[in-house]
Nanobody, 128 residues
Framework: QVQLEESGGGLVQPGGSLRLSCAAS????????MGWFRQVSGKEREFVSC?????????????DYADSVKGRFTISRDNAKNTVYLQMNSLKPEDTAVYYC????????????????WGQGTQVTVSS
């Protein structure tokens, strides 16, 4: 059973930064896509970013971002630690949400239904 554990959420002032981490564990996990989604209470979960590996390794990757976070957020991966990061800069109050890490065994799009595994979420609050 693949497990995803997020960390790094918290309270930050507008314009500040946070880095979220998602550590994947489980037997021979070799997910092709790892992504971040976020959800505000009462609203649908929305795509934030994802990173996909090319072929059988993570040497070649492709990334995708929601328009609302382009230029502010950066997704990356540490292969040795099997961890994905989301660096969030220039945070805005509208970025406040619970952020979820997700993983897919194959190619995944911005659609949440493409993902096979989900973390429990970490709260990010942007407020002065």
């Amino acid at each position: 059973q693949v497990q995803l554990e997020e960390s790094g959420g918290g309270l930050v002032q507008p314009g500040g930064s946070l880095r979220l981490s998602c550590a994947a564990s489980g037997p021979t996990f070799s997910g092709k896509t790892m992504g971040w989604f976020r959800q505000v209470s009462g609203k649908e979960r929305e795509f934030v970013s994802c990173i996909r590996r090319s072929g059988f390794s993570w040497i070649g990757t492709s990334t995708d971002y929601a328009d609302s976070v382009k230029g502010r957020f950066t997704i990356s991966r540490d292969n040795a630690k099997n961890t994905v990061y989301l660096q969030m800069n220039s945070l805005k109050p509208e970025d406040t949400a619970v952020y979820y890490c997700a993983a897919a065994a194959s190619y995944a799009s911005k659609y949440s239904g493409d993902y096979d595994y989900w973390g429990q979420g970490t709260q990010v609050t942007v407020s002065s």
